[in-house]
């Protein structure tokens, strides 16, 4: 049986904030809001593998409103949502993700950021993919103001 699953978050940009994206710091004067470390790219890549399973979705997990996930960090949230997808006997086949990111250049970052999403899940850097695109001036994205993350899986199992 194969099933494909579906994510998508985004975060506010603010100051004060660590840019991460795929359990990388990525050098920056902003990074994402939110209550975890607000890797929006875990974030969607975790909602894409619970939603291909049927086993809910990240906030069903990870309330925001419990104070232990506060400044949490987004690869021990999707190492257990994996556990759980995994041990319910699936498999991912691939991931591909879009971040929509006004600055800074994504493209420098991207090999480290596919072998760190391939070591929590314990997949080969080669099923992952991610690209990024530009909001090219437009709406919050464009502003600076926001990263977005679309993320897309394939998962198998022994029928
Ligand atoms: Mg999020």
Not at 1 to 28: A, E, N, W
């Amino acid at each position: 049986m194969i099933r494909v699953g579906m994510g998508y978050d985004l975060h506010r940009l603010v100051s004060g904030r660590p840019l991460v994206l795929g359990g990388v710091h990525i050098p920056f004067d902003k990074g994402e809001d939110g209550h975890s470390d607000g890797d929006v790219l875990l974030h969607a890549i975790a909602d894409s593998l619970l939603g291909a399973s049927g086993l809910g979705d990240i906030g069903s997990f990870f309330p925001p409103s419990e104070p232990r996930w506060k400044d949490a960090d987004s690869r021990m949230l999707l190492s257990e949502i994996w556990q759980q997808v995994h041990g319910n006997g699936w498999n991912i086949e691939n991931i591909d993700a879009v971040i929509a990111l006004e600055t800074p250049k994504f493209l420098p970052w991207r090999d480290a950021v596919c072998a760190s999403i391939a070591t929590v899940l314990g997949i080969s850097p080669e099923q992952i993919f991610v690209k990024a695109k530009t909001g090219e001036g437009c709406d919050a994205v464009g502003q600076g103001e926001a990263v977005a993350v679309w993320a897309t899986c394939l998962l198998s199992r022994p029928d």
